[in-house]
């Protein structure tokens, strides 16, 4: 892994539109402390594909499952292993896998839904839960509309996932209801992230690490991220 604050890579992730060096490397580049940015070649490539408009629903969608399984490897990747005893059709062995409690992947709706099917592919044992949680723009506040969760987040690996990590304060608020429910062991995993909704998302929970294929230049006075890929949800559906 690359630290953070070294500009001429950070200035490559940042504006990956302005004409750069192509890195052929599958190097994480921490542009900001607690954030790493995957940038596989695959995860860059598919990503350019579905930012483009005329990228149609079927294959956007088709897109985002094979890249949330990409990113969903580079977030597990540290996962701790235990040595258990296996028998092979040949023989006897000791064996890696994966250690402890079962991982829980919470959708933050409804685009969250996007990314969470390409890594039910990849961990098809994971817990699943589902947030309806937006923040009140008069207040502040939280609102929660849909909280489904595993009882027992305490004692898990909870992977928060929205595609778009705009102003931040959806992703907030959710993940204020997990503490809430006593998760402590979160990580963050999005697509795309704006500087503003990042550095809201880091002061609000600097204990959450977030994992992102590519961060933007900025939100528009609509709160969409430039350049961005337009609204996630309307592209994965075919709504608008
Ligand atoms: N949500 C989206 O779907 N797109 C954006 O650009 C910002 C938030």
Same mark, same amino acid.
């Given at each position: 892994?690359?630290?953070?604050?070294?500009?001429?890579?950070?200035?490559?992730?940042?504006?990956?539109?302005?004409?750069?060096?192509?890195?052929?490397?599958?190097?994480?580049v921490?542009?900001?402390?607690?954030?790493?940015?995957?940038?596989?070649?695959?995860?860059?490539?598919?990503l350019?594909?579905?930012?483009?408009?005329?990228?149609?629903?079927?294959?956007?969608?088709?897109?985002?499952?094979?890249?949330?399984?990409?990113?969903?490897?580079?977030v597990?990747?540290?996962?701790?292993?235990?040595?258990?005893?296996?028998?092979?059709?040949?023989?006897?062995?000791?064996?890696p896998?994966?250690e402890?409690?079962?991982?829980?992947?919470?959708?933050?709706?409804? !685009?969250?839904?996007?990314? +969470?099917?390409?890594?039910?592919?990849? @961990? &098809?044992?994971?817990?699943v839960?589902?947030?309806?949680? $937006?923040?009140?723009?008069?207040?502040?506040?939280?609102?929660?509309?849909?909280?489904?969760?595993?009882?027992?987040?305490?004692?898990?690996?909870?992977?928060?996932?929205?595609?778009?990590?705009?102003?931040?304060?959806?992703?907030?608020?959710a993940?204020?209801?997990?503490?809430?429910?006593?998760?402590?062991?979160?990580?963050?995993?999005?697509?795309?992230?704006?500087?503003?909704?990042?550095?809201?998302?880091?002061?609000?929970?600097?204990?959450?690490?977030?994992?992102?294929? !590519?961060?933007d230049?900025? +939100?528009?006075?609509?709160?969409?991220? @430039? &350049?961005?890929?337009?609204?996630?949800?309307?592209?994965m $559906?075919?709504?608008?």
């Amino acid at each position: 892994m690359i630290e953070a604050n070294q500009p001429p890579l950070l200035k490559w992730r940042r504006f990956p539109w302005k004409k750069q060096p192509i890195r052929t490397t599958n190097w994480k580049v921490s542009a900001m402390d607690g954030v790493t940015v995957i940038d596989h070649p695959l995860v860059q490539h598919k990503l350019t594909i579905m930012r483009r408009k005329e990228t149609s629903t079927g294959s956007f969608r088709r897109l985002l499952r094979e890249i949330s399984t990409l990113l969903c490897y580079e977030v597990t990747r540290d996962l701790e292993l235990t040595i258990e005893t296996i028998e092979t059709p040949i023989q006897e062995m000791q064996a890696p896998i994966l250690e402890g409690k079962k991982l829980v992947f919470a959708s933050i709706l409804r !685009a969250g839904n996007g990314l +969470l099917e390409g890594m039910l592919d990849l @961990v &098809p044992s994971a817990r699943v839960s589902h947030i309806g949680v $937006y923040r009140d723009h008069e207040t502040l506040q939280p609102v929660e509309y849909y909280f489904k969760a595993p009882e027992d987040v305490a004692e898990r690996l909870i992977i928060v996932v929205d595609p778009m990590l705009a102003t931040g304060n959806s992703s907030i608020a959710a993940i204020d209801k997990l503490k809430e429910r006593g998760a402590h062991n979160i990580r963050f995993l999005c697509l795309l992230a704006a500087p503003e909704g990042l550095k809201n998302f880091r002061s609000a929970h600097p204990d959450v690490p977030v994992f992102t294929a !590519a961060i933007d230049s900025h +939100l528009n006075e609509k709160g969409y991220i @430039v &350049p961005g890929l337009g609204d996630a949800g309307d592209r994965m $559906y075919g709504t608008k």
